[in-house]
């Protein structure tokens, strides 16, 4: 069965300070999703991948970069957190083929 | 900007009613993807349709696609306590960029 794992479920960071969120996926899918989802608004797009070595910018890049150093494995990186990136993100995992997305179960972080 | 929209924020219905959720979408799509999202879990897909389809069924599910009108309906029938979840449509293009909709609250109430 498709699996995509995130870890940490739950993260508490300071104002200021770096965090890396982390997304592992069983599923052999080249593209790698990685979307942020605020109360009263729907998963948006923050960076995905093609595949090894591949990042792309969604439509809210700023503040955070992706790494992609292998098929399995796509991290989001906030170099300097702020209060304005507590949220709740979601990595996802696609076949590129149908765009069949499969989503981890969420990392809900929270930046003092 | 969003390429794909739902067009009811909130829906409410009581079990056993019928409700359908309506999305608009703004680009060429190659096919069009529902969603349901559950309290504290990821979204997970319900139907793929495809450009070239105009109705697809999924046990109490039915999504139809109108390709000349941009827009696509989600329909669901003999409704249960289970079906509430958030519901959003994605749309699939040319590129690898996959952006969904808001997404619409659907409430069975008992």
């Known amino acids: 069965e498709a699996a995509v794992t995130q870890s940490p479920r739950n993260k508490v960071a300071v104002t200021g300070g770096k965090v890396t969120l982390s997304c592992n996926q069983t599923?052999?899918?080249?593209?790698m999703y990685w979307y942020r989802q605020d109360t009263g608004h729907g998963l948006r797009l923050i960076h995905y991948?093609?595949?090894?070595?591949?990042?792309e910018k969604g439509d809210i890049p700023d503040g955070y970069k992706a790494s992609r150093p292998s098929q399995e494995n796509f991290s989001l990186i906030l170099e300097l957190a702020t209060p304005s990136q507590t949220s709740v993100y979601f990595c996802a995992s696609g076949d590129g083929v149908q765009n069949t997305l499969y989503f981890g179960a969420g990392t809900r972080l929270s930046v003092l | 900007s969003q390429l794909a929209e739902e067009n009811s924020w909130a829906l409410s219905v009581h079990e056993g009613e019928s409700v359908t959720v309506n999305c608009s979408y703004k680009?060429?799509?190659?096919?069009l993807q529902w969603y349901r999202q559950k309290s504290g879990k990821g979204p997970a897909q319900l139907i793929l349709i495809r450009s070239n389809e105009r109705e697809k069924r999924n046990g109490r599910l039915r999504a139809t696609l109108d390709t000349s009108s941009q827009s696509s309906s989600l329909s669901i029938t003999a409704t249960r306590c289970e079906d509430t979840a958030v519901y959003f449509c994605?749309?699939?293009?040319?590129?690898?960029?996959?952006?969904f909709g808001d997404g619409t609250v659907l409430t069975v109430k008992p």
């Open positions: 991948s093609y595949g090894a070595g591949s990042t």
């Open positions: 599923n052999n899918h080249n593209n």
């Open positions: 994605l749309n699939n293009t040319n590129t690898g960029k996959l952006t």
């Open positions: 680009t060429s799509i190659t096919a």
